[in-house]
């Protein structure tokens, strides 16, 4: 049950995440007119459709940095707090943009503002009402600064440095490390979960096809088990319908509104699951080092056996000790999820978490799995672009849930990493990518790699063009997102390049009606052998007593031509 949780909150998040805000980025520089000190630079967000800032450095126009005004909280709306004894004329003012203190949108405040002869504005975040630039008329320069200690940096720059001046800038995003990091984070994963997928899914068969022969199951007293899950009576591929499909979607579909509605609330028991589910994820993929430490000649210490309302545990010493370092790692995940470096255990854990996932829900066939990856690719394109036509401020349901809304926490379903590039837009923000662009597609390439070892495939042809294609749907999804700058359905390009290529090779290779029916033909087709053979045991029988019948009357007709008088 815990697994089919996860996996639905885990497939949520299908989406490609630029983090950047409406407008564009650009750069505050504060030269602080001091030969042995560097200038500082802070990340800005600003809105040509409103007004324009300089293309370059050398264009931009300084101004004293003791023009800076701190509004704190006053309300710059136009129906917020009177402005008049301000003393505003030839300031440059600082105001928040908070919806709590203000809520309207940040053109309406720069219009009320610029009314007051200022030199130009700069506002703390950039949250407001969605706005058309058209109605409005901006003659000042502005720009939101989006780090939280930025007015504060500044203010103590006008403190410590009189005579420092700034100015703002355009900044052309450049391409980022931290977008290699992702990609081989996510390839890596899905290349070791599909292998390890198809390897346990062909050893399950070739196992449950011994016990058929035998027809007997040994069970073998005093021998140290592992804990994962795994005994004889685990099928080969989960047992799934369409028709369960389609009710898996409309579940995710249900926890995704959920989510924006309750964000606050429903968050940490998010957090709860993930912890759960990856201390059991990375107890599940160590667990084979561990049991290949009881081949070596080392003492063994067997525990009492425990059961629990919901599992039942039979466990060594180093298996034990296992289990606690995997709660451990999550339970300072948890705590310390805040911090600077959190971001290495965040993907520690769901990379483990992605990996024992694959390994565990085993797809039968390809007709599954391309009912799951079509509708997974309708839903995302719905939940992000569809929703900002209809949903209040024209907000996509998919991208608020993903960044957290305004929300000091953010939900763990995500690869993340820092941004690698030392311009200031980067230094505070994140490079982000659901586990579901790498579960879904994963979900394929596991059964691919599954079916090329049971029917034995050269090369390991479709696994192969499967992973090839999965990269390449990456690739076209980091594009595309620094062409748009703008959040993307990753689904949207990985779900036809890798279903694609997989259809058409097995169409071509004649394979494509096996792969379609997958286990359940292979299932079919062995009830059938052994009914036939039943069923040619049972003639041959019967046409051998038929035999012996019309011998035994060709003798007694025999013997009575021979012998009149026995007639």
Not at 205 to 219: F, L, M, N, T, Y
Not at 531 to 560: P, W
């Amino acid at each position: 049950m815990l697994k089919c949780l996860c996996l639905v909150v885990s497939l949520l998040y299908s989406i490609q995440i630029a983090q950047c805000a409406q407008g564009e980025y650009g750069l505050m520089v504060v030269d602080k007119r001091v030969e042995s000190e560097k200038n500082e630079s802070f990340c800005l967000i600003y809105y040509p459709s409103l007004i324009e800032i300089a293309p370059n450095s050398s264009q931009a126009k300084r101004f004293p940095i003791s023009v800076l005004k701190d509004l704190n909280v006053t309300n710059a709306c136009n129906d917020g707090d009177d402005l008049d004894e301000l003393d505003l004329d030839d300031t440059f003012p600082i105001f928040s943009s908070n919806l709590t203190i203000a809520n309207c949108s940040l053109a309406e405040k720069i219009q009320r503002l610029q009314q007051y002869k200022i030199l130009g504005l700069l506002s703390e975040g950039n949250y407001g009402k969605n706005f058309n630039a058209s109605d409005y008329n901006v003659s000042v320069l502005f720009g939101a600064v989006v780090e939280r200690t930025a007015k504060q940096r500044l203010m103590n720059l006008q403190a410590n440095y009189p005579e420092a001046v700034f100015y703002m800038y355009r900044d052309d995003v450049n391409f980022d490390m931290s977008t290699v990091v992702i990609f081989l984070m996510a390839v890596g994963t899905v290349t070791l979960g599909s292998l390890w997928s198809g390897y346990a899914k062909q050893s399950l068969r070739i196992r449950k096809e011994r016990q058929a022969e035998s027809h007997e199951v040994r069970d073998e007293e005093g021998v140290i088990k592992p804990q994962d899950g795994v005994g004889e009576e685990e099928d080969i591929s989960v047992r799934v319908s369409p028709i369960l499909i389609m009710f898996f979607v409309l579940c995710m579909c249900s926890m995704l509104v959920l989510l924006y509605f309750f964000f606050n609330q429903l968050v940490y028991v998010i957090m709860v699951m993930f912890c759960i589910a990856s201390s059991l994820a990375m107890y599940s993929c160590f667990e084979p080092l561990v049991m290949a430490t009881y081949a070596l000649p080392l003492p063994v210490f067997r525990l009492p056996r425990m059961n629990l309302l919901i599992c039942r545990l039979d466990l060594e010493f180093r298996q034990l000790l296992l289990l606690l370092l995997s709660l451990g790692t999550s339970i300072v995940w948890f705590i310390f999820r805040k911090t600077d470096w959190s971001w290495i255990l965040q993907d520690f854990l769901g990379i483990l978490f992605s990996i024992n996932m694959l390994k565990v829900l085993r797809l039968p066939s390809l007709r599954i799995c391309t009912c799951l990856l079509s509708s997974l690719f309708f839903y995302d394109i719905f939940f992000v672009f569809i929703t900002p036509t209809f949903m209040k401020d024209g907000k996509s349901v998919m991208v608020e849930v993903a960044t957290g809304h305004n929300s000091e926490e953010q939900l763990p379903m995500v690869l993340r990493v820092p941004h690698l590039n030392p311009d200031p837009c980067y230094s505070y923000t994140y490079s982000l990518l659901g586990f579901g662009d790498i579960l879904v597609p994963g979900l394929l390439l596991a059964f691919c790699h599954g079916f090329d070892l049971m029917v034995g495939s050269p090369y390991k042809l479709y696994w192969v063009i499967s992973c090839i294609s999965y990269m390449l749907g990456l690739v076209a999804t980091f594009i595309s997102l620094y062409l748009m700058n703008a959040a993307q359905p990753a689904l949207l390009y990985l779900v036809p390049f890798t279903l694609i290529p997989i259809i058409l090779t097995a169409w071509q290779r004649k394979e494509l009606a096996c792969m379609w029916e997958g286990d359940f033909q292979a299932t079919t087709k062995s009830d059938t052998t052994d009914s036939g053979l039943i069923e040619s045991e049972y003639v041959q029988e019967e046409s051998e007593n038929y035999e012996n019948v019309i011998n035994d009357e060709d003798k007694e007709e025999d013997s009575s031509q021979a012998d009149p008088s026995a007639k």
